[in-house]
């Protein structure tokens, strides 16, 4: 038998002694509580007992110690001390030292319940222990805290979420909970052992008291599951959007109305199956390679028509591969558990793939408690190790007032050139609710990066889960909007669902980190920097003159009839003209408008259920193009050609010799028409925006020896 003996002081150790009248067979020890957190004391006790059953241990109710909590009510030292090794599932006899009775110590705090527990008995003062036999003594070691009793009730009885530490409660909270999630999916990635199972900062939180209850109270006790039906939904996900794709290339493959499919068709066609084939997710016994290889069908020694029925084949292959993966996902709960870690470690890894040896994506991380584990967490999900400061830089300096704030952030920006900027909403730890999202300091910091830096992603995290928040921080420009999760969120659900919140938030924060950091948003981050240099840049459109066509093209006209001879000559003179006034201006209008529709399309379709609805995927495309498109009109000056009877169509650009112009502008024509727009695609989009930012620097008629350019 052991006895565990627990002071303040030194001086106290000889109280101890007297026990030794009890018999040969009973040691003791015994733990200074002086200097040291209550947390501290309790796993230095346990350490005491460690294969010790038949062990007693003696706690007095006044105590000194180092916790904050306790240094203006001593007297519930103690019963915290009890708590403590509860908690850390010390089971083993309690014997505390109090002139109280039990009564009087649960009426005078509720919070002292755990005094009522199995387990745990009284005892005046600690000389009785003398007239204690060792009969009587090894029948006290064996009245311990029964496993099956649970402890949650007697934890209940006083813990409250504290009001004004919410904010601060929020980031410590998210941090353990990412933690333990990776913890289960790449345990060889976290450096943290089993004394200090989490960044320092946290490990520290988790020596207070409540904090400790709000651990053991609310923490998740099996993930497992949890991952599997994250798996399952990533995977519907997918399904649902490879459906929508062949749906979509069967359209494609077998034209539209009376149109007949050509061999370009055929030709778009693989294209855009190759794309799907790449993008899809590879996962365990679904590997890419078993889908069709369609990189070598395209052939020129086949007819269109035999190409064309090819197609037809292949996609009823796809269609069977597709009801494959459908019953493969319903019946992805009879997997095992170390399985679906495994899937669940191959998406991430797969999300990760933004991130290789050689091209890493560089983030900012601002945010006022990113030292307190968030920074060090966040990057083991984005990399899996931590990574050195110009990969991932972090900003946690908010002494500055909003403006200078702002002001010494943009030129961080500006040189650390970050892909990706984590914005946290509350720079400046305000607490209580605030309707007013952009009065918060991280809301004002994000409209100072979109003015000056409108295309760089920037992604809020935050402990607010609001929803107007959210609808505000998209408006103020925010590209992505992620909930540290809190205390208060875990406080309203049960195991399972804090499970599944835990696994599905650790998910959505690495899925917008993948698609913020991707090429789609890439286009998004161009376009952006393009808009914001456009009106202090100089084009060759700006004169508002067109040198073509020459003179002798003019008089050496072939055409049959005078009238006509002489009307199309009128035609090509005015050509010289075209431009009108206020162009640039114009045009800005537009960018700014295909800016915000870009956004919107991006948005929808990768940041919030991941996927349109059928009906829905073309919409944007097709808008985006067409506004685009129109910057065509005002930049061969359609309206004032119009005023001198030069019918403003596509002649205008063919007479001009405006190869890429009038290649964009039959495009635009496409998106105008149901039929056509109703194909449209990111591709189309992205190759829309690239060529117009290609036709907007570049002279797209003359080079300087004033020939025609063949190669626009």
Same mark, same amino acid.
């Given at each position: 038998?052991?006895?565990?003996?627990?002071?303040?002081?030194?001086?106290?150790?000889?109280?101890?002694?007297?026990?030794?009248?009890?018999?040969?067979?009973?040691?003791?020890?015994?733990?200074?509580? /002086?200097?040291?957190?209550?947390?501290?004391?309790?796993?230095?006790?346990?350490?005491?007992?460690?294969?010790?059953?038949?062990? =007693?241990?003696?706690? +007095?109710?006044?105590?000194?110690?180092?916790?904050?909590?306790?240094?203006?009510?001593?007297?519930?030292?103690?019963?915290?001390?009890?708590?403590?090794?509860?908690?850390?599932?010390?089971?083993?006899?309690?014997?505390?030292?109090?002139?109280?009775?039990?009564?009087?110590?649960?009426?005078?705090?509720?919070?002292?319940?755990?005094?009522?527990?199995?387990?745990?008995?009284?005892?005046?003062?600690?000389?009785?222990?003398?007239?204690?036999?060792?009969?009587?003594?090894?029948?006290?070691?064996?009245?311990?805290?029964?496993?099956?009793?649970?402890?949650?009730?007697?934890?209940?009885?006083?813990?409250?979420?504290?009001?004004?530490?919410?904010?601060?409660?929020?980031?410590?909270?998210?941090?353990?909970?990412?933690?333990?999630?990776?913890?289960?999916?790449?345990?060889?990635?976290?450096?943290?052992?089993?004394?200090?199972?989490?960044?320092?900062?946290?490990?520290?939180?988790?020596?207070?008291?409540?904090?400790?209850?709000?651990?053991?109270?609310?923490?998740?006790?099996?993930?497992?599951?949890?991952?599997?039906?994250?798996?399952?939904?990533?995977?519907?996900?997918?399904?649902?959007?490879?459906?929508?794709?062949?749906?979509?290339?069967?359209?494609?493959?077998?034209?539209?109305?009376?149109?007949?499919?050509?061999?370009?068709?055929?030709?778009?066609?693989?294209?855009?199956?190759?794309?799907?084939?790449?993008?899809?997710?590879?996962?365990?016994?679904?590997?890419?390679?078993?889908?069709?290889?369609?990189?070598?069908?395209?052939?020129?020694?086949?007819?269109?028509?035999?190409?064309?029925?090819?197609?037809?084949?292949?996609?009823?292959?796809?269609?069977?591969?597709?009801?494959?993966?459908?019953?493969?996902?319903?019946?992805?709960?009879?997997?095992?558990?170390?399985?679906?870690?495994?899937?669940?470690?191959?998406?991430?890894?797969?999300?990760?793939?933004?991130?290789?040896?050689?091209?890493?994506?560089?983030?900012?991380?601002?945010?006022?408690?990113?030292?307190?584990?968030?920074?060090?967490?966040?990057?083991?999900?984005?990399?899996?190790?931590?990574?050195?400061?110009?990969?991932?830089?972090?900003?946690?300096?908010?002494?500055?007032?909003?403006?200078?704030?702002?002001? /010494?952030?943009?030129?961080?920006?500006?040189?650390?050139?970050?892909?990706?900027?984590?914005?946290?909403?509350?720079?400046?730890?305000?607490?209580?609710?605030?309707?007013?999202?952009?009065?918060?300091?991280?809301?004002?910091?994000?409209?100072?990066?979109?003015?000056?830096?409108?295309?760089? +992603?920037?992604?809020?995290?935050?402990?607010?889960?609001?929803?107007?928040?959210?609808?505000?921080?998209?408006?103020?420009?925010?590209?992505?909007?992620?909930?540290?999760?809190?205390?208060?969120?875990?406080?309203?659900?049960?195991?399972?669902?804090?499970?599944?919140?835990?696994?599905?938030?650790?998910?959505?924060?690495?899925?917008?980190?993948?698609?913020?950091?991707?090429?789609?948003?890439?286009?998004?981050?161009?376009?952006?920097?393009?808009?914001?240099?456009?009106?202090?840049?100089?084009?060759?459109?700006?004169?508002?003159?067109?040198?073509?066509?020459?003179?002798?093209?003019?008089?050496?006209?072939?055409?049959?009839?005078?009238?006509?001879?002489?009307?199309?000559?009128?035609?090509?003179?005015?050509?010289?003209?075209?431009?009108?006034?206020?162009?640039?201006?114009?045009?800005?209008?537009?960018?700014?408008?295909?800016?915000?529709?870009?956004?919107?399309?991006?948005?929808?379709?990768?940041?919030?259920?991941?996927?349109?609805?059928?009906?829905?995927?073309?919409?944007?495309?097709?808008?985006?193009?067409?506004?685009?498109?129109?910057?065509?009109?005002?930049?061969?000056?359609?309206?004032?050609?119009?005023?001198?009877?030069?019918?403003?169509? =596509?002649?205008?650009?063919?007479?001009?010799?405006?190869?890429?112009?009038?290649?964009?502008?039959?495009?635009?024509? /496409?998106?105008?028409?149901?039929?056509?727009?109703?194909?449209?695609?990111?591709?189309?989009?992205?190759?829309?925006?690239?060529?117009?930012?290609?036709?907007?620097?570049?002279?797209?008629?003359?080079?300087?020896?004033?020939? =025609?350019?063949?190669?626009?």
């Amino acid at each position: 038998m052991k006895l565990i003996f627990t002071y303040d002081t030194d001086e106290l150790k000889g109280f101890g002694k007297i026990v030794t009248t009890a018999g040969e067979d009973v040691s003791e020890s015994h733990v200074l509580t /002086d200097n040291e957190h209550l947390y501290d004391v309790a796993v230095k006790i346990k350490k005491e007992i460690v294969d010790q059953d038949d062990a =007693i241990i003696f706690i +007095p109710q006044f105590l000194d110690c180092e916790d904050e909590e306790f240094k203006w009510l001593q007297n519930n030292a103690g019963i915290a001390l009890i708590k403590f090794l509860r908690m850390l599932e010390v089971r083993q006899h309690i014997v505390l030292i109090t002139p109280y009775a039990k009564l009087q110590l649960i009426e005078e705090n509720p919070g002292n319940l755990i005094v009522s527990s199995k387990g745990v008995s009284f005892m005046s003062y600690l000389h009785e222990v003398k007239d204690i036999s060792l009969e009587k003594l090894k029948e006290l070691a064996k009245k311990t805290f029964d496993e099956k009793q649970d402890l949650k009730p007697y934890l209940l009885a006083e813990f409250r979420l504290p009001e004004d530490e919410r904010h601060n409660w929020a980031n410590w909270w998210g941090v353990v909970q990412l933690v333990d999630v990776h913890r289960h999916i790449f345990p060889q990635e976290i450096s943290f052992n089993s004394s200090q199972p989490y960044p320092a900062k946290i490990n520290d939180h988790l020596k207070q008291l409540k904090s400790r209850q709000a651990l053991y109270l609310y923490n998740r006790v099996n993930i497992d599951k949890s991952l599997a039906q994250q798996i399952v939904r990533f995977y519907e996900r997918q399904l649902k959007a490879w459906d929508y794709q062949i749906d979509s290339l069967s359209t494609r493959i077998q034209g539209f109305g009376k149109k007949e499919p050509s061999s370009a068709d055929w030709k778009d066609y693989i294209s855009y199956v190759n794309k799907v084939i790449e993008d899809y997710p590879t996962f365990n016994q679904w590997e890419r390679e078993k889908l069709p290889s369609l990189k070598e069908l395209y052939n020129a020694r086949f007819t269109a028509q035999e190409q064309i029925e090819n197609g037809k084949k292949i996609l009823a292959e796809l269609k069977d591969k597709s009801t494959e993966l459908g019953e493969y996902i319903r019946n992805y709960s009879f997997r095992t558990i170390e399985s679906t870690k495994d899937d669940f470690k191959d998406i991430i890894i797969k999300l990760r793939s933004i991130s290789t040896e050689n091209v890493k994506p560089r983030i900012l991380h601002i945010d006022d408690q990113a030292q307190q584990g968030w920074a060090e967490i966040f990057q083991l999900i984005i990399y899996g190790k931590k990574q050195e400061e110009k990969t991932f830089s972090v900003w946690s300096n908010m002494e500055n007032k909003n403006e200078e704030l702002s002001m /010494d952030i943009l030129g961080k920006i500006n040189d650390f050139k970050p892909d990706l900027v984590l914005l946290d909403l509350r720079l400046k730890n305000e607490g209580g609710v605030q309707t007013k999202v952009e009065e918060l300091s991280g809301a004002k910091v994000l409209q100072s990066i979109k003015q000056e830096f409108p295309g760089l +992603p920037v992604m809020i995290t935050t402990a607010s889960n609001k929803v107007w928040s959210y609808r505000s921080l998209q408006r103020l420009g925010a590209d992505a909007y992620w909930s540290k999760e809190g205390l208060d969120i875990a406080g309203n659900l049960n195991n399972e669902q804090r499970n599944d919140f835990s696994t599905g938030n650790y998910l959505d924060f690495i899925e917008c980190i993948h698609n913020l950091c991707g090429q789609k948003y890439g286009l998004l981050k161009k376009f952006g920097e393009f808009k914001k240099g456009f009106e202090k840049k100089v084009f060759w459109w700006e004169s508002g003159r067109w040198t073509y066509p020459q003179q002798d093209k003019i008089d050496n006209i072939k055409i049959n009839g005078n009238r006509k001879k002489e009307q199309h000559k009128k035609f090509l003179k005015n050509l010289r003209g075209g431009a009108q006034t206020g162009t640039k201006s114009n045009i800005q209008n537009i960018l700014n408008e295909v800016y915000f529709l870009l956004f919107s399309y991006l948005q929808h379709s990768m940041m919030g259920n991941g996927f349109y609805e059928e009906e829905e995927e073309w919409f944007y495309p097709s808008l985006i193009i067409q506004q685009l498109g129109k910057c065509l009109e005002i930049i061969h000056g359609f309206e004032s050609l119009a005023a001198m009877k030069v019918k403003p169509t =596509i002649k205008v650009l063919y007479e001009r010799e405006d190869k890429l112009g009038k290649s964009l502008y039959r495009k635009r024509g /496409d998106a105008s028409h149901i039929n056509k727009a109703k194909n449209l695609q990111y591709d189309n989009v992205k190759e829309f925006i690239n060529n117009m930012v290609k036709y907007f620097d570049n002279l797209p008629i003359y080079n300087q020896n004033q020939k =025609i350019r063949e190669d626009v």
